[in-house]
């Protein structure tokens, strides 16, 4: 795939995947235009201020709540990598039908926007929460992993292809918890809300990695899912705070003790791919000769944060963790 023919736009683009998916883009493959398309204008000014003012890059200012607006952006686009969404699970449970507009209705915008701009690939950012969710934030992203690929039967005459990648919990991310404990290290306390609770974990630089290589091998349909290791949440704390005080604050409403990137039933139609399982529909709806190939996984299949066969240990969680402790000292660490 030639990435320097290409214009790819990005909603969400101020985030964190948003900005070190630019980064990458920029310094590996050169493309011909990346267009950042988010709501927040303070956001995209602190981001052209803070390094990204490329010539290559465009920021548009707009709401993927907006049709029009993202039919608008996507004029002349080739690639669209969807990451825009409301994932912060207590904000999604308190304000609903905000989660359900932004993350559902926003997503069905972008893939019918696309069509109608004639967008070749179509890329939604998803996560394990949608996964058997168990609070309204999954149910959303399972509704938008499900759009998505489903589209591909509107999709069947036109070149327009429409994939997903579902991943864990990205360590410092915007909402994670690393922050949070890098905080509560002053005290030398920190809050677990159940200590059995188990994660699925991956870098940023990672995250954003997998999510080009699935680009340039999408056929339209997958859900890619990568092979990543799992930690338990209080060593995480041990990492960050040794000899912490550990306070069990109980689990939280809507979260899981143990998450999941592939259930039981949606094993039957997974085939295993080097490092990435690929998620196939289960009835393609359209007209193409699609393959998915890989090797069958066998029967009663399913992958867990707890039933893993990778697993970070302390020491493995601190190289991890390394590089947000000098942005920490820096003020830099989005919390």
Same mark, same amino acid.
């Given at each position: 795939?030639d990435?320097?023919?290409?214009?790819?736009? @990005?909603?969400?683009?101020t985030?964190?995947?948003?900005?070190?998916?630019?980064?990458?883009?920029?310094?590996?493959?050169? %493309?011909?235009?990346? @267009?950042?398309?988010?709501?927040?204008e303070?956001?995209?000014?602190e981001?052209?201020?803070?390094?990204?003012?490329? %010539?290559?890059?465009?920021?548009?200012?707009g709401?993927?709540r907006?049709?029009?607006?993202?039919?608008?952006a996507?004029?002349?686009?080739?690639i669209?990598?969807?990451?825009?969404?409301?994932?912060?699970?207590?904000?999604?449970?308190?304000?609903?039908?905000?989660?359900?507009?932004?993350?559902?209705?926003?997503?069905?915008?972008v893939?019918?926007?696309?069509?109608?701009?004639?967008?070749?690939?179509?890329m939604?950012?998803?996560?394990?929460k949608?996964?058997?969710?168990?609070?309204?934030?999954g149910?959303t992203?399972l509704a938008?992993?499900?759009?998505?690929v489903?589209?591909?039967?509107y999709?069947?005459?036109?070149?327009?292809?429409y994939?997903?990648?579902?991943?864990g919990?990205?360590?410092?991310?915007?909402g994670?918890?690393?922050p949070?404990?890098l905080k509560?290290?002053?005290s030398?306390?920190?809050?677990?809300?159940?200590?059995?609770?188990?994660?699925?974990?991956?870098?940023?630089?990672?995250?954003?990695?997998?999510v080009?290589?699935?680009?340039?091998q999408?056929?339209?349909?997958?859900?890619f899912? %990568?092979?990543i290791?799992?930690?338990?949440?209080i060593?995480?704390?041990k990492?960050?705070?040794p000899?912490?005080k550990?306070?069990i604050?109980?689990i939280?409403?809507?979260?899981?003790?143990?998450?999941?990137?592939?259930s039981?039933?949606?094993?039957r139609?997974?085939?295993?791919?080097?490092?990435?399982?690929?998620?196939?529909? %289960?009835?393609?709806?359209w007209?193409?000769d699609?393959?998915?190939?890989?090797?069958?996984?066998?029967e009663?299949?399913?992958?867990?944060?707890?039933?893993?066969s990778?697993?970070?240990?302390?020491?493995?969680?601190?190289?991890?963790?390394?590089p947000?402790?000098e942005?920490f000292r820096?003020?830099?660490?989005?919390?």
């Amino acid at each position: 795939m030639d990435w320097k023919n290409q214009v790819i736009l @990005i909603t969400g683009g101020t985030g964190s995947f948003g900005k070190k998916f630019t980064q990458t883009l920029l310094a590996e493959k050169q %493309p011909k235009k990346i @267009i950042i398309f988010s709501r927040d204008e303070l956001k995209q000014h602190e981001m052209q201020v803070g390094g990204f003012n490329h %010539p290559s890059l465009r920021y548009f200012i707009g709401d993927i709540r907006d049709r029009e607006r993202l039919v608008r952006a996507m004029h002349g686009v080739d690639i669209v990598v969807h990451a825009a969404a409301l994932k912060q699970v207590p904000a999604c449970e308190y304000n609903p039908m905000e989660a359900i507009k932004t993350n559902i209705m926003g997503t069905a915008n972008v893939v019918e926007a696309a069509l109608d701009a004639g967008v070749k690939k179509v890329m939604t950012i998803s996560t394990d929460k949608a996964v058997s969710p168990a609070n309204l934030y999954g149910a959303t992203k399972l509704a938008a992993e499900k759009l998505t690929v489903q589209s591909n039967a509107y999709a069947a005459g036109t070149a327009t292809r429409y994939s997903c990648v579902r991943y864990g919990n990205v360590v410092g991310s915007r909402g994670s918890v690393v922050p949070l404990f890098l905080k509560q290290r002053e005290s030398g306390a920190v809050t677990i809300t159940d200590e059995r609770m188990t994660r699925f974990w991956l870098s940023l630089d990672q995250g954003v990695k997998f999510v080009i290589d699935c680009i340039e091998q999408m056929e339209g349909g997958e859900v890619f899912v %990568p092979k990543i290791p799992s930690t338990k949440v209080i060593d995480l704390a041990k990492a960050i705070v040794p000899n912490a005080k550990m306070n069990i604050i109980g689990i939280r409403p809507g979260e899981k003790l143990h998450e999941m990137l592939i259930s039981e039933d949606e094993a039957r139609n997974t085939v295993e791919r080097g490092d990435v399982y690929i998620v196939a529909p %289960p009835e393609p709806l359209w007209n193409r000769d699609m393959k998915y190939e890989g090797k069958p996984l066998p029967e009663g299949f399913y992958y867990s944060s707890d039933n893993n066969s990778e697993w970070l240990d302390i020491e493995g969680i601190k190289k991890f963790v390394a590089p947000f402790e000098e942005l920490f000292r820096q003020g830099k660490l989005e919390g």
